[in-house]
C-alpha cells in the first residue's frame, strides 16, 4: 500500500482494521494504534528513500568515528531508529473492517532525535492522535545503542513533512 502527501505537511496512508486489532467489546484495542503509527512511519520512511535500518549509511565514516575509543566494529555500520517515547489519544471509537485515513508530520527535532505526530481519520472525522520520538542511533550488538547525529541530508527529505511550529 503506497502512501500519498496529501498537503505540504502531512503524509497519508490507509490501515483497515482488522479483527485481530479488536477488542472483546469489537471496537480497535488500543494497543493497534501504536502498531499502526509504526507501519505508518515505516512506508513514511520507504517514500523518503530511507531505511529502517540502514547498513551502508551514507554517513558511515563519521559514524565510525563515534565509536568509543577501542570499541571493535567486526559486524559493520547499523543505523536504526529506536523509540524513547509514545503516547496515544482516543477520540472515538473505530471497529472490525473501518477504515482509517494515518496521516504522519514529523514534529519537534533535535541533534539525534525527532517526533513524530499522527492523526487518525475515518471518512474525514478524528479518532485519535499520537506522538511517537524516536532517536538515530548507531546499533552495537551486545551493546546500547548509540545516539547519533541525523545527517542533514535526512532532515533536508524530512522538510516538506516538518510541522512549521515546531523546533528546529
Not at 40 to 53: I, P, Q, S, Y
Request: hydrophobic fraction near 40%.
Amino acid at each position: 500500500m503506497t502512501g500519498e502527501s496529501t498537503s505540504s505537511l502531512w503524509f497519508k496512508c490507509r490501515r483497515i482494521v482488522e479483527f485481530r486489532d479488536t477488542d472483546a467489546a469489537g471496537i480497535a484495542h488500543f494497543s493497534a494504534f501504536f502498531f499502526w503509527m509504526e507501519s505508518a512511519e515505516h512506508e513514511f520512511l520507504r517514500e523518503l528513500g530511507l531505511r529502517v535500518v540502514d547498513t551502508s549509511p551514507k554517513d558511515a565514516a563519521s559514524l565510525l568515528r563515534e565509536l568509543p575509543p577501542g570499541e571493535e566494529n567486526s559486524q559493520g555500520i547499523e543505523v536504526s531508529w529506536p523509540r524513547v517515547s509514545v503516547s496515544a489519544d482516543y477520540k472515538a471509537a473505530v471497529r472490525f473492517g473501518d477504515k482509517l485515513d494515518v496521516f504522519i508530520a514529523v514534529g519537534k527535532r533535535g541533534v539525534s532525535s525527532l517526533s513524530y505526530q499522527f492523526r487518525f481519520e475515518k471518512s474525514g472525522c478524528l479518532v485519535a492522535t499520537g506522538t511517537v520520538v524516536v532517536v538515530r542511533c548507531l546499533m552495537r550488538h551486545g551493546r546500547k545503542p548509540l545516539p547519533v547525529k541525523i545527517p542533514a541530508d535526512i532532515l533536508e527529505q524530512m522538510k516538506s513533512y516538518q510541522l512549521p511550529d515546531s523546533d528546529e
